[in-house]
C-alpha cells in the first residue's frame, strides 16, 4: 500500500466523517446504484447513527441491507447443494446480521427464507448430533462435546442433546494431581513447596473457558492421601498410588535436580562527596563538596537448578507429556557498615565540580558503583537502607518474595541460601506445565492410544 494511496483513503475517511446524514445518504444511494451494498449500507447506518430519525437514509439503509440480504441468500442456495452444513453456518451469520441490523432497519427476506432457513439448520444441527453420538460411542467424550454444543447452536433445544451433552461433559473431565516433586537437595520441602507453587498457579490460570476439560485437583485432595513420609518424596509407582487415592485421573509427579550454586564477592572502595549548605555572615549562601571514605560490599549469589516432570495417566500408568526445565536466578545484596549522616540526597557519586572538570573520573566511579552494586542500585539507596536496616541486616526468609518478584536489590548483610534461591527459580516456572495441559485438554484419551472403559451410547 503505498503512501499516496493511504493518504487518499485517510482523506476520503476524514470527509465522510465529517460529511452530514444528507451528504451520506446521497453517497449511499450513488454506491447502491453502482452495485456497492455494503459500502451504501455502511454511509445510510453513518448517517442513521448522526440523525436517527431522517427517513431518507432509513429507507437507504433498507435498500441496501434488502439487497445484502438477497445476495447472502443467493449464495447461500448454491452453497447448499453442495455443502448444507457450511450453508446453514452462512444462515447463522445472515441472521445475525439481521438482528443487529434492526436498530438501523428492518431487513426483509423473501416469505419462503424462514422455512428454508429452518431446514438448514435443522440438517446441521442433525449432522453435528450424530457426529456426536458416534464420538460418544467411540469413547471421545471431549469430540461429543463439541459437536453436542455446535448442534444446539444451530437448534436450540435439539432432541436429547443437551442430555448428551452433560454426560459428555462428565466423562470428558479430566482430573489431574500435582504430587510433591523428589528433591536431590538436603531440604526435601523443596519439592513439595515448588509442587504447592505449581499447582496454585495451575489453579488461577488453568480453568474454562481456557481449558474446559482439565481440572486441577486442590491441596486438601492431595494431602488427606499422604503420609509425613511421602511428603520427603515419592516414587514414580507412589504418585501413580497416590493419584488413585485422589480420585485423579492423572498425575504430575517430577524430580528437581541438584543445585548449582556460586557466590563472588566484590567491593567499592572510593569516597563520595557530600553537597554542604552553608550561610555566610552576609546572608548568602554557599556550596561546598566534602569527599567522605566509603566501602560498600556487594555480594551475588547464582543459581542454576532442573526439574524433570511427568504427566502419567493414573489408569494404564503411560506417560502423556515429559518434560526437563532449567531455570536460574541470583540474588545481589549490598552491605556497608557506615553509617552517613544528613539528608541522604546531599550525597553523590562524585562532586558537581568533578563532574563538571573531570568527566573520565565519573565514568570510572559510575562504572566502578555499577559493577558491584547493579544498575539499578543508588548510593541514596544504600544510605537509607542502611539507616533502617538495623545493626545486623540477617536476611530471613520473609524477603524472599522480593526475589520471586524480580527485585533487583535488597539490602541485606547475608545472601539468601542457594535452597531459597532455587524455590525462587523453579516457583514461577510452571509455563510448560500449563503449556503441556492445555495441549491435552482437548485431546481425548482413545486418541493418545490409551484404553477408555465404557462408552456414552446409551
Given at each position: 500500500?503505498?503512501?499516496?494511496?493511504?493518504?487518499?483513503?485517510?482523506?476520503?475517511?476524514?470527509?465522510?466523517?465529517?460529511?452530514?446524514p444528507?451528504?451520506?445518504?446521497?453517497?449511499?444511494?450513488?454506491?447502491?446504484?453502482?452495485?456497492?451494498?455494503?459500502?451504501?449500507?455502511?454511509l445510510?447506518?453513518?448517517?442513521?447513527?448522526?440523525?436517527?430519525g431522517?427517513?431518507?437514509?432509513?429507507?437507504?439503509?433498507?435498500?441496501?441491507?434488502?439487497?445484502?440480504?438477497?445476495?447472502?441468500?443467493?449464495k447461500?442456495?448454491?452453497?447448499?447443494?453442495?455443502?448444507?452444513?457450511?450453508?446453514?453456518?452462512?444462515?447463522?451469520?445472515?441472521?445475525?446480521?439481521?438482528?443487529?441490523?434492526?436498530?438501523?432497519?428492518?431487513?426483509?427476506?423473501?416469505?419462503?427464507?424462514?422455512?428454508?432457513?429452518?431446514?438448514?439448520?435443522?440438517?446441521?444441527?442433525?449432522?453435528?448430533?450424530?457426529?456426536?453420538?458416534?464420538?460418544?460411542?467411540?469413547?471421545?467424550?471431549?469430540?461429543?462435546?463439541?459437536?453436542?454444543?455446535?448442534?444446539?447452536?444451530?437448534?436450540?433445544?435439539?432432541?436429547?442433546?443437551?442430555?448428551?451433552?452433560?454426560?459428555?461433559?462428565g466423562?470428558?473431565?479430566t482430573?489431574?494431581?500435582?504430587?510433591?516433586f523428589?528433591?536431590?537437595?538436603?531440604?526435601?520441602?523443596?519439592?513439595?513447596e515448588?509442587?504447592?507453587?505449581?499447582?496454585?498457579?495451575?489453579?488461577?490460570?488453568?480453568?474454562?473457558?481456557?481449558?474446559?476439560?482439565?481440572?486441577?485437583?486442590?491441596d486438601?485432595?492431595?494431602?488427606?492421601?499422604?503420609?509425613?513420609?511421602e511428603?520427603?518424596?515419592?516414587?514414580?509407582?507412589?504418585?501413580?498410588?497416590l493419584?488413585?487415592?485422589?480420585?485423579?485421573?492423572?498425575?504430575?509427579?517430577?524430580?528437581?535436580?541438584?543445585?548449582?550454586?556460586?557466590?563472588?564477592?566484590?567491593?567499592?572502595?572510593?569516597?563520595?562527596?557530600?553537597?554542604?549548605?552553608e550561610?555566610?555572615?552576609n546572608?548568602?549562601?554557599?556550596?561546598?563538596?566534602?569527599?567522605?571514605?566509603?566501602?560498600?560490599?556487594?555480594?551475588?549469589?547464582?543459581?542454576?537448578?532442573?526439574?524433570?516432570?511427568?504427566?502419567?495417566?493414573?489408569?494404564?500408568?503411560?506417560?502423556?507429556?515429559?518434560?526437563?526445565?532449567?531455570?536460574?536466578?541470583?540474588?545481589?545484596?549490598?552491605?556497608?557498615?557506615?553509617?552517613?549522616?544528613g539528608?541522604?540526597?546531599?550525597?553523590?557519586?562524585v562532586?558537581?565540580?568533578?563532574?563538571?572538570?573531570?568527566?573520565?573520573?565519573?565514568?570510572?566511579?559510575?562504572?566502578?558503583?555499577?559493577?558491584?552494586?547493579?544498575?539499578?542500585?543508588?548510593?541514596?539507596?544504600?544510605?537509607?537502607?542502611?539507616?533502617?536496616?538495623?545493626?545486623?541486616?540477617?536476611?530471613?526468609?520473609?524477603?524472599?518474595?522480593?526475589f520471586?518478584?524480580?527485585?533487583?536489590?535488597?539490602?541485606?548483610?547475608?545472601?539468601p541460601?542457594?535452597?531459597?534461591?532455587?524455590y525462587?527459580?523453579?516457583?514461577?516456572?510452571s509455563?510448560?506445565?500449563?503449556?503441556?495441559?492445555?495441549?491435552l485438554?482437548?485431546?481425548?484419551?482413545?486418541?493418545?492410544?490409551?484404553?477408555?472403559p465404557?462408552?456414552?451410547?446409551?
Open positions: 500500500m503505498t503512501r499516496k494511496f493511504v493518504l487518499a483513503l485517510a482523506a476520503i475517511l476524514f470527509v465522510i466523517g465529517c460529511a452530514g444528507s451528504k451520506l445518504t446521497d453517497k449511499s444511494e450513488e454506491k447502491l446504484a453502482g452495485g456497492n451494498a455494503w459500502g451504501a449500507w455502511q445510510a447506518t453513518r448517517a442513521l447513527d448522526k440523525e436517527p431522517n427517513p431518507r437514509a432509513r429507507a437507504a439503509a433498507t435498500a441496501a441491507g434488502a439487497s445484502i440480504a438477497q445476495e447472502w441468500q443467493r447461500i442456495h448454491a452453497l447448499a447443494e453442495v455443502d448444507s452444513v457450511n450453508a446453514a453456518e452462512q444462515a447463522l451469520e445472515l441472521a445475525e446480521f439481521r438482528e443487529n441490523a434492526a436498530r438501523y432497519a428492518t431487513i426483509p427476506v423473501g416469505a419462503e427464507w424462514p422455512a428454508e432457513e429452518r431446514t438448514l439448520r435443522n440438517t446441521a444441527a442433525r449432522h453435528h448430533y450424530q457426529r456426536g453420538v458416534d464420538a460418544a460411542n467411540s469413547g471421545r467424550p471431549k469430540k461429543a462435546c463439541a459437536e453436542f454444543a455446535d448442534a444446539e447452536r444451530f437448534v436450540p433445544g435439539y432432541r436429547d442433546v443437551a442430555k448428551r451433552a452433560d454426560r459428555a461433559l466423562e470428558a473431565l482430573r489431574v494431581a500435582l504430587v510433591p523428589r528433591a536431590s537437595s538436603e531440604d526435601a520441602s523443596l519439592g513439595v515448588v509442587a504447592q507453587a505449581w499447582r496454585d498457579n495451575l489453579l488461577q490460570n488453568l480453568a474454562p473457558p481456557a481449558a474446559p476439560f482439565t481440572r486441577i485437583l486442590g486438601d485432595a492431595i494431602e488427606r492421601s499422604m503420609t509425613i513420609s511428603l520427603e518424596g515419592l516414587s514414580r509407582e507412589q504418585a501413580i498410588r493419584g488413585r487415592k485422589a480420585g485423579a485421573h492423572r498425575v504430575v509427579w517430577g524430580s528437581i535436580g541438584k543445585i548449582r550454586s556460586s557466590t563472588k564477592m566484590n567491593f567499592f572502595r572510593d569516597t563520595v562527596a557530600r553537597r554542604v549548605v550561610r555566610e555572615a546572608g548568602r549562601e554557599s556550596v561546598r563538596w566534602v569527599e567522605i571514605p566509603i566501602e560498600v560490599v556487594a555480594r551475588v549469589r547464582d543459581v542454576n537448578v532442573g526439574v524433570d516432570y511427568e504427566v502419567i495417566s493414573v489408569k494404564s500408568g503411560v506417560s502423556i507429556a515429559r518434560r526437563h526445565i532449567d531455570r536460574s536466578t541470583s540474588a545481589r545484596v549490598v552491605w556497608t557498615s557506615q553509617q552517613l549522616d539528608d541522604p540526597a546531599s550525597y553523590s557519586l562532586s558537581e565540580t568533578v563532574r563538571a572538570s573531570n568527566p573520565d573520573r565519573v565514568k570510572d566511579v559510575e562504572t566502578r558503583w555499577k559493577s558491584v552494586c547493579g544498575d539499578a542500585t543508588t548510593l541514596i539507596q544504600v544510605i537509607q537502607a542502611r539507616r533502617t536496616a538495623g545493626s545486623s541486616g540477617r536476611y530471613a526468609r520473609e524477603s524472599l518474595p522480593r520471586l518478584a524480580g527485585a533487583a536489590f535488597v539490602f541485606l548483610e547475608d545472601l541460601p542457594a535452597e531459597d534461591l532455587a525462587a527459580a523453579l516457583a514461577q516456572g509455563a510448560p506445565l500449563r503449556e503441556d495441559l492445555l495441549r485438554d482437548a485431546i481425548d484419551d482413545v486418541d493418545l492410544g490409551m484404553e477408555v465404557g462408552t456414552l451410547s446409551r
